[in-house]
């Protein structure tokens, strides 16, 4: 079995290692959500007062192109768009990702008349409603989907929509396969990429993937509710119609003209006035991904999803681990069930270790490669292994459920 | 004629006049641009710089509950709503403004099997596009109309949506009167409050508005794209259906359930994450509005732009102003027609008053109640004095069109 001293020597070889420092994560912290709210880099704070103080209180309404304000969402998708495998001007930093994911889903929905739309129901729960509501807008059915059942997709598929990495149990689906499969049946592929990106590398143009959404405040580290983006690959931007015909998706905004008429490329997937302090906050924080392989990356994070499971097999062999083991099976996770795990999860934050719950029975451990060290799950484990022994998640204290853990 | 002195005496008494030192405005600027992007008030760097390094960095994903991230909306939203004459529990700042459009123009259109949506031809066109594309997808069509020429609002009508304040020519429209004129023909009335917000009262409870949106970054100095808000009022939130059925809509976010159920009061018009640091920012900037009497705001505005529509005719009565001279019939801009208007605002910006062009022809200065004094007015009116009289705005660098001005 794995000790201590070799998780530090794990950590001492890892190229990802020097990165750690560049995170702000408070002392006696062992930050395992950062697949909920990604650590704060230690720039970023620096950056947004300038982009305050000098941008905004200086600069006032100027800055809107001397600050390189106008073409921000553009820039910054850019800089996601490396991460995801995108083609150049194909990503847009903007508005939420349920707000993304209804655009290209009614835009998908009304480009075809077969009726059905398919997801699984392992999809977070916001993709299944924003997915219902289009549904049901355009008269097709929202169709919960075995994704690994191996039966074709039917010809009266419009869209299949999937999540890459499923957030509760941390199991990562074929994008490739299930793409191809989609292609192959005449319909159209929409991936949710929240778990994906920053932690693993994700190839939407080499997959063929028609559209894709996507988190900035999860493995991106873009700050409490940053700005998502939107994916349109290239060939899909000229019939992509925004459902929500905003003025900054327009070919020309400041014309002020009352025909609308949509941008030629990936802009007209916006709509209103980007949140210029939250999206500068993304990007600052993309920074820390610069000059880094993304294959480094990925092997980081299975090198930390795989000790995790490997000390949980060793040492509780009894808990029922969710998160596939095969590698290319998982996200950046780990998640087993536990009856009460609420309280198992609010005994661990007590002593420091910071995971999630998701109902009904879940714990949940993301370990977000900059940051996440080896000896931090090793230490994660130990402070798991003495919860359960001692009981600790029976206190009266832990029973109770706060609205968000 | 009124003399600099007379206006620094105005200045003296002015009771809002204290309000100018917790601005940053930059040295030598007269910045008269407010309703398109406010000034910067002092205390926001220092309360975003604690948002982001104590309630990100050292709270991480804990501020959700302790730093009070999962109610931000709607406690960002009835602190507007104070200024807009909302109800408790109506307002919510989130999204866009062109995005909660789309929310309450969808569920008015949804909810009519009338053919007709009206607006005036003056609205600011991301409304006429998002209004126009509602129209679409719910087989309606979208007329220009003039709210002033009287006749009544036909029986075939579902909504009226207008812009309480021109965006061009600072008209005020006839919130109440419109209103009423809609609700008598069986119509439901939505407004947007972009340039009346913080500049002037607004009563949508007392006028029975039914829906309403708005902007954070004008008159509210939220910061550059700071977060937008909509009203549903309490009459209208039972039946109020967000087409865009997002997880912060859910009565109950976290229980993750696959089914959607609308949240019974003003939550239900939330889609995703909310933009925390610029929510954050948009939250610091309204303390100014804190203890100030609305009244004393809209004296304020009604005084300035009197100012310098007096001074205007007094020196250049041959320009043709735009702005109603009637104090009910403007809000808190002065636009004239000039036909080389952009080049003008170009020479005028040169000299450090900061206003703004708007196509075709119109140059438009926004006076900020909150930290605009008379004797910038009067010091603004002398510069534009000086750039029509030396032809000025003839200069090669003012004739060439920036993107934004």
């Known amino acids: 079995m794995i000790s201590r001293s070799d998780a530090i020597h794990l950590d001492d070889r890892d190229p990802l290692g020097h990165l750690r420092e560049r995170f702000s994560i408070p002392e006696g912290v062992i930050y395992l959500d950062g697949n909920s709210l990604g650590a704060l880099p230690n720039h970023v704070p620096a950056r947004l007062q300038k982009v305050i103080v000098n941008d905004w209180g200086d600069g006032l309404i100027g800055s809107w192109n001397t600050a390189g304000w106008a073409d921000m969402p553009k ?4 800089r996601i768009g490396r991460l995801i495998g995108a083609e150049p001007d194909s990503v847009i930093a903007c508005d939420s990702t349920s707000v993304n994911l209804f655009k290209v889903a009614s835009s998908a929905a009304r480009a075809s008349d077969r009726s059905l739309i398919l997801t699984d129901e392992g999809n977070f729960p916001t993709d299944v409603y924003v997915l219902d509501a289009v549904a049901r807008q355009h ?4 169709r919960m989907w075995d994704p690994t059942d191996g ?19 941390g199991e990562r689906h074929d994008m490739a396969g ?49 700005s998502a983006y939107v994916y349109v690959s290239p060939g899909r931007q000229p019939s992509f119609e925004n459902p929500m015909t905003g003025w900054w998706g327009h070919a020309r905004p400041f014309e002020m003209s ?39 990356l990925h092997a980081k994070s299975l090198s930390l999803t795989s000790l995790f499971m490997d000390l949980l ?3 509780v062999p009894g808990l029922e681990v969710v998160t596939p083991r095969e590698p290319h099976r998982r996200g950046g996770q780990v998640s087993f069930r536990h009856p009460n795990a609420y309280a198992v999860v ?42 359960l022994a001692n009981d600790e998640w029976q206190s009266e204290a832990h029973m109770n459920r706060a609205a968000i853990t």
């Open 151 to 169: 039966s074709p997709i039917g010809d009266d598929v419009a869209f299949v929509a999937m999540t890459e990495v499923n957030y509760r149990t």
């Open 258 to 296: 009352l025909a609308f008429e949509p941008h030629d490329g990936i802009h007209r997937a916006r709509v209103g006035t980007q949140h210029v302090l939250s999206l500068a906050a993304l990007d600052a924080a993309l920074d820390v991904f610069d000059d880094i392989s993304l294959e480094d």
């Open 346 to 387: 609010q005994a661990l934050v007590a002593r420091g270790v910071v995971g999630d719950f998701r109902n009904p029975d879940i714990a949940r451990f993301g370990m977000a490669p900059l940051y996440v060290r080896h000896v931090d799950i090793w230490d994660a484990i130990q402070h798991l292994l003495a919860v």
């Open 313 to 315: 097999a060793d040492s």
């Open 178 to 226: 299930i793409t191809a499969r989609a292609h192959a049946a005449g319909a159209v592929a929409i991936w949710d990429l929240a778990h994906s990106a920053g932690a693993l590398p994700v190839h939407l143009a080499d997959c063929a993937v028609d559209f894709a959404v996507g988190c900035g405040y999860k493995y991106l580290n873009g700050g409490p509710g940053a």
């Open 75 to 78: 820039r910054v998708g850019d």
């Open 139 to 142: 008269e097709k059915t929202l």
